[in-house]
């Protein structure tokens, strides 16, 4: 007679009526109940964590590629006759053109930069200015797609542009004046005064970043210019490129595009350490809440082995009749390995919805805490974010019920190996 099949239906039904059964009888116990609710909770977590992970990273890229460049041309300089270090370009339209030649870049504008004090009646803010072509401006996502923006952008030749922070902080609204207050002004016969404009906001955006909305400013370039003392220069050259998850691979090319006398500095450099910091913390995470999921399932080995304990008489009876010891040890693997697998998909349906109801989760505890909570200043970015990606929830299933299943093993070897003659000797 042929030996039946691993998992038949016997095995299966075994197993079910043993975690059916009542505890007096020797079914499921309360440490069962324990490793299923820690399962859960353990795997919630993870995929909680994982998706907020996922989700800080992308805004934080997202908010710095909508409103910076994706790299950026500049000029090693020339030491002046001063003593000073000139890394004006002067040749900024031809290193433009150039630059906007190389495969994959989809915009190459002349810049210039500089940090000023801006004013209206008795409140001051520090400045950082943009000079740059209306046409340029309209081309970044962070400021002329922004959704919480408002003005006329096409006024933007008219007079300047500013972060949503700069706006309230100062109090500016569309049509108001605002003055910039540069040290680096006109130069006369008694020193250099400090330079004071007074310009009309026509334009208030919000980048998603909170230092960028209260630092930044644009004005027209050839205004720029004028105010920063740049007549016919810009400072660097701003690159926006097709793919700037890869954009060290543009960095060769752009430096032959733009020639000896320059470099390129792109996003990563400017905030890869902070990149690095968080995937170092992620990893550490990741290992953390691993090993809450494997304490989570060791508590199957004490529910399964109160099971077996409790069902030695059965066991006995059941290899007397004829059962091996594969079928013994695959019917409380079964036991075992069921628990591991409805608390990981508890765990899956309350990670995911965590991560698609965030926001409101996020303002009730908000709420709750009873306010300030996230600080915007220290983030970065204005709520906690939450991403969900089918790698991060796979990963999480994955590691569950890998230990779930490998944990199972060991009392399910123990059940499966009791001699009969043991088990029924005091029945």
Request: aromatic share 8%.
């Given at each position: 007679m042929a030996a039946p099949a691993p998992f038949s239906r016997f095995e299966w039904m075994i197993a079910w009526r043993y975690l059916r059964a009542r505890r007096s009888e020797g079914g499921v116990s309360v440490m069962t109940w324990i490793s299923l609710i820690g399962i859960t909770l353990a795997v919630f977590a993870l995929i909680a964590t994982l998706a907020v992970r996922s989700g800080f990273r992308s805004e934080f890229v997202g908010t710095i590629l909508g409103a910076n460049a994706h790299a950026t041309v500049y000029a090693h300089g020339e030491v002046t006759a001063a003593g000073t270090l000139d890394r004006r370009i002067t040749d900024f339209a031809a290193l433009a053109d150039a630059v906007g030649?190389?495969?994959?870049?989809?915009?190459?504008?002349?810049?210039?930069?500089?940090?000023?004090?801006?004013?209206?009646?008795?409140?001051?803010?520090?400045?950082?200015?943009?000079?740059?072509?209306?046409?340029?401006?309209?081309?970044?996502?962070?400021?002329?797609?922004?959704?919480?923006?408002?003005?006329?952008?096409?006024?933007?030749?008219?007079?300047?542009?500013?972060?949503?922070?700069?706006?309230?902080?100062?109090?500016?609204?569309?049509?108001?004046?605002?003055?910039?207050?540069?040290?680096?002004?006109?130069?006369?016969?008694?020193?250099?005064?400090?330079?004071?404009?007074?310009?009309?906001?026509?334009?208030?955006?919000?980048?998603?970043?909170?230092?960028?909305?209260?630092?930044?400013?644009?004005?027209?370039?050839?205004?720029?210019?004028?105010?920063?003392?740049?007549?016919?220069?810009?400072?660097?050259?701003?690159?926006?490129?097709?793919?700037?998850?890869?954009?060290?691979?543009?960095?060769?090319?752009?430096?032959?595009?733009?020639?000896?006398?320059?470099?390129?500095?792109?996003?990563?450099?400017?905030?890869?350490?902070?990149?690095?910091?968080?995937?170092?913390?992620?990893?550490?995470?990741?290992?953390?809440?691993?090993?809450?999921?494997?304490?989570?399932?060791?508590?199957?080995?004490?529910?399964l082995i109160m099971l077996v304990k409790n069902k030695g008489r059965d066991i006995g009876i059941l290899r007397t009749i004829g059962l091996s010891e594969g079928s013994v040890m695959r019917v409380f693997f079964i036991c075992g390995s069921i628990t591991g697998v409805i608390g990981t998909l508890l765990g899956v349906i309350l990670g995911c919805l965590f991560a698609i109801y965030i926001d409101p989760i996020f303002s009730f505890v908000n709420y709750a805490m009873g306010g300030e909570v996230w600080d915007p200043s220290i983030r970065g970015i204005y709520a906690l974010p939450a991403e969900l990606q089918m790698g991060d929830v796979l990963s999480a299933v994955g590691l569950s019920l890998g230990l779930s299943f490998v944990v199972t093993i060991f009392p399910a070897r123990r059940a499966a190996r009791m001699n009969p003659v043991e088990a029924l000797r005091y029945e």
């Open positions: 030649e190389v495969p994959g870049v989809l915009q190459a504008a002349p810049l210039i930069k500089g940090q000023v004090m801006a004013s209206r009646g008795d409140r001051n803010a520090g400045v950082q200015v943009y000079g740059i072509h209306a046409a340029d401006l309209a081309e970044i996502p962070g400021v002329a797609q922004s959704e919480e923006s408002y003005g006329d952008l096409g006024r933007f030749d008219e007079g300047i542009a500013i972060g949503s922070g700069v706006a309230r902080s100062l109090g500016l609204s569309i049509g108001d004046k605002v003055k910039l207050i540069s040290p680096n002004g006109v130069k006369t016969a008694f020193g250099t005064s400090p330079r004071v404009n007074a310009y009309e906001v026509v334009y208030v955006f919000t980048a998603g970043r909170y230092d960028i909305d209260n630092t930044r400013a644009y004005l027209p370039f050839a205004e720029a210019q004028s105010y920063f003392n740049r007549e016919g220069a810009a400072d660097e050259i701003e690159v926006m490129v097709a793919d700037p998850e890869a954009v060290d691979q543009y960095i060769l090319p752009l430096l032959q595009a733009a020639g000896q006398s320059y470099g390129v500095w792109s996003w990563r450099d400017s905030s890869g350490g902070f990149l690095r910091a968080l995937e170092v913390e992620d990893n550490v995470m990741f290992v953390i809440l691993s090993i809450l999921v494997l304490i989570a399932t060791m508590n199957i080995v004490s529910g």
